[in-house]
T-cell receptor, first 113, second 114 residues
């Protein structure tokens, strides 16, 4: 199993550009989520999904869109990048259930100039 | 709303010292509690978890007990090693209208000196 994969590893954008961060998992997990990690702030939930076709907002959803057309993939879209979106982004997946362990991807480091 | 508060770091210890990282939480329901660890340049990985009150999670010499009366889940290790240097995150998963959400604390960086 590849687990949770994320691409790209690193990206530089200019303000106003758009891009999609890719996330895929091969563990047949129903639950997938996106977090951003900023110094001193820990991980903050952006969006999450409990299954194909179902998404919901987390703590910090503004400026980001998601969709879940398959169980395996959960891309995160930045429509118009801003410097405040400079961060490290982690995708995670798990089976449904409060007690389930989340499995994290290696992260995407994004710099918006 | 739900929240997780953990002690600020960095925490610097000598090898074989005793470690405690405090974590307290607020939750509306009956959450599951987790400790995740992040080594440099990597994603988070589960260290241990507890799913109900008075449960003790343990792994690799680390322990934490789910204390509902004090809403705490403090992480302890009796003798740390240099290889334990990492960032430690306390987290909870709780029900919400859309299913469930996992909320993370801010993380505590641990440095262990040889």
């Amino acid at each position: 199993n590849a687990g949770v994969t994320q691409t790209p590893k690193f990206q530089v954008l200019k303000t106003g550009q758009s891009m999609t961060l890719q996330c895929a998992q091969d563990m047949n997990h129903e639950y997938m989520s996106w977090y951003r990690q900023d110094p001193g702030m820990g991980l903050r939930l952006i969006h999450y999904s409990v299954g194909a076709g179902i998404t919901d907002q987390g703590e910090v959803p503004n400026g980001y869109n998601v969709s879940r057309s398959t169980t395996e993939d959960f891309p995160l879209r930045l429509l118009s990048a801003a410097p405040s979106q400079t961060s490290v982004y982690f995708c995670a997946s798990s089976y449904l259930g409060l007690e389930e362990t989340q499995y994290f991807g290696p992260g995407t480091r994004l710099l918006v100039l | 709303g739900n929240s997780v508060t953990q002690m600020e770091g960095p925490v610097t210890l000598s090898e074989e010292a005793f470690l405690t990282i405090n974590c307290t939480y607020t939750a509306t329901g009956y959450p599951s509690l987790f400790w995740y660890v992040q080594y440099p340049g990597e994603g988070l990985q589960l260290l241990l978890k507890a799913t109900k009150a008075d449960d003790k999670g343990s792994n690799k010499g680390f322990e934490a007990t789910y204390r509902k009366e004090t809403t705490s889940f403090h992480l302890e290790k009796g003798s740390v090693q240099v290889s334990d240097s990492a960032v430690y995150f306390c987290a909870l998963s709780d029900q919400n209208t859309g299913g469930f959400k996992t909320i993370f604390g801010a993380g505590t960086r641990l440095f262990v000196k040889a």
